[in-house]
């Protein structure tokens, strides 16, 4: 026994929810990022120049590379995966492929794994071809070999059946969400934001859910709720510096600080709470997948907003009203209650420098 964890620690492979579920998965995020999100993000804008300025070659150019890069969102999440989990270069490269088998393989009709399929794909080919690498004299061959050939063992009996599930679970919370949009909007608002808030990521949950429509746009506001609350209540503090690190950044900012005292959470949490229903009964806002867990990070969450329900001025004050005006006050509000408590204080929010 003794042995075997020698080797694993030599390997660098460790087996914990740590690793995998907020390593592995936030390196995850940041291939779904530079792929899957941008590309949207170029497609989008490609496609709203042909409707307003005419369709032109620049337009249609924007269009197709947009596309191409959400096209390649299965080999981003592999290598970015095995970049989280600090894989020898072989095995880096060879996750290429095993994200993509992950994401697209194996079809033939049938239901592909899709985001969350391409991540078990790459995570556990990557894993195993760890524990080859450099282990013979033809590590040229056999590091690759067994890295694509696990991912792809995975990515054909587990993928589908993985990427499935998510769909499924994904329909059913939004079907919810149609029918209870009250009391959905305030768990789904309240769920992602403290998701947005922890070391998992939100945005990669939300996708491989599949998350649109009324569900989406309420995870989008709760996303919202804890970025531009953090912001909000921390700028004492914090300054202008802080307003931009919360608002475009993130809000896992303050995780250190919610550690040393929780009630830091509470008035961003019901900020959300509050204004989830609004979002689902009032406004009825939408979003897609690539932007419900984003919140208010890089506007992404805002362009998804665009996507969904129109580049139109209804969109833009909902979105301004909803999204920034109302979360700053309500957090703003609860923030004041509750220092007058005593359970916060502003040196509560400081962020490290």
């Known amino acids: 026994m003794a042995n075997v964890k020698e080797f694993l620690k030599r390997k660098d492979i460790e087996i914990s929810v740590k690793r995998y579920a907020i390593d592995a998965l936030s390196a995850m995020t940041q291939g779904l990022f530079a792929s899957l999100v941008i590309g949207l993000i170029i497609k989008t804008l490609g496609e709203q120049l042909g409707i307003h300025a005419g369709e032109s070659a620049f337009s249609l ?11 390649m969102v299965g080999p981003a999440i592999g290598v970015a995966t095995a970049y989280g989990l600090k894989a020898p270069p072989f095995v880096l490269f060879a996750s290429i492929a095993t994200g993509y088998l992950g994401n697209m393989a194996w079809t033939d009709g049938g239901p592909a794994g899709g985001v969350a399929g391409a991540f078990v794909a790459a995570l556990v080919g990557c894993e195993l071809g760890k524990i080859v690498s450099k282990e013979t004299k033809v590590d040229l061959i056999v590091t690759p070999l067994v890295t694509i050939a696990a991912g792809g ?44 808030t922890s070391p998992i990521s939100s945005s990669a949950l939300c996708i491989m859910l599949g998350l649109s429509g009324l569900a989406a746009g309420a995870a989008t506001v709760g996303g919202a709720a804890h970025m531009i609350g953090f912001a909000v209540i921390g700028f004492k503090t914090n ?64 362009i998804g907003t665009f996507t969904s329900m129109g580049f139109t001025f209804d969109t833009l004050w909902k979105i301004i009203v909803l999204h920034y005006v109302l979360t700053a006050i309500l957090a703003f509000v609860f923030f004041v209650v509750f220092k007058k408590l005593g359970k916060i204080k502003d040196e509560d929010l400081r962020l490290p420098t």
């Open 61 to 71: 150019f924007l269009i197709t590379i947009g596309k191409t890069a959400m096209l």
């Open 153 to 196: 063992i995975v990515a054909m009996l587990v993928g589908p059946p993985i990427g499935a599930f998510m769909t499924g679970l994904g329909k059913v919370i939004m079907t919810a969400t149609d029918m209870q949009p009250f009391w959905m909007g305030v768990i789904i608002s309240v769920i992602v934001g403290l998701v947005l």
């Open 239 to 302: 300054g202008v510096g802080g307003i931009f690190s919360h608002g475009l950044g993130t809000a896992m900012l303050q995780l250190p600080n919610v550690v040393k005292n929780p009630w830091i959470l509470v008035p961003p949490v019901l900020s959300s709470a509050v204004l989830g229903p609004v979002s689902t009964i009032v406004f009825k806002m939408t979003n897609v997948p690539e932007g419900a867990g984003m919140g208010t990070s890089g506007f992404v969450g805002q």
